[in-house]
């Protein structure tokens, strides 16, 4: 899998988005912006009640494309000021899209690390859409080290690319811990038969200092 594409602006859509794609939008975040002057955005809601806004948000897709859908779905969750029982519940009560934009919007949102558990929960899926959204910003900055860790270490497993974790070279640095637990997996993988994955390579370089790969020693070069 590929790593995600930066969320666009709204004036970034706006310039992609077809007219009535873009007056949809205009639309969506009108509506968004009322909820949050009116504090809808914090209010309970029943089966039937969800603010349009939160309607909106389920149809995103059908009217600005899939391509679009995560930047637009973090642009209403931003403009309604969505607070942790709103996320909370469009990430529990979407599809597998509705909830990898949460995940994506969560460090633009005023949550501090109260949405961790959406991160931990998307982190014990094997979606590996969801897992690589989970690593993003707001993992970077509110994951504790050892859940930070176990979160590289599930990307590996998974085939989400290392890219995908946010801040990977700052946090990785120096992690003589991270260093080990990747030495091991390389040391299960190379047991059991298995192939190495590139990326444990590439987090062991940018930790200072970390074990060498199990395997055969490489040649030396003559001078």
């Not at 558990?117 to 014990?124: G, K, N, Y």
């Amino acid at each position: 899998m590929s790593v995600p594409a930066p969320l666009l602006t709204r004036e970034e859509l706006g310039a992609r988005l077809g007219g009535a794609a873009r007056a949809w939008l205009d639309e969506a975040l009108a509506e968004a912006e009322h909820a949050a002057a009116h504090e809808e955005a914090e209010q309970p809601v029943g089966p039937y009640s969800a603010p349009p806004w939160e309607l909106r948000y389920a149809a995103v897709g059908r009217n600005c494309g899939p391509e679009h859908a995560d930047s637009v779905r973090a642009l209403l969750l931003v403009e309604a000021h969505a607070a942790l029982p709103v996320v909370t519940r469009l990430y529990e009560q979407g599809t597998a899209a509705e909830r990898r934009a949460v995940l994506r919007a969560l460090h633009l949102l005023d949550l501090g690390p109260t949405a961790l558990p959406l991160v931990e929960d998307a982190l014990r899926t094997n979606d590996t859409r969801l897992i690589a959204a989970a690593v993003g910003p707001y993992a970077a900055t509110h994951l504790d080290a050892h859940n930070w860790r176990h979160a590289v270490l599930k990307c590996l497993f998974s085939g989400v690319p290392v890219d995908a974790v946010a801040r990977l070279g700052r946090r990785s640095r120096g992690d003589a811990e991270l260093a080990r637990m990747l030495g091991d997996f390389a040391a299960e993988r190379i047991a059991a038969g298995r192939d190495v994955p590139a990326g444990i390579t590439r987090v062991l370089g940018l930790t200072t200092p970390g074990p060498q790969l199990p395997g055969p020693t490489a040649p030396t070069q003559e001078s």
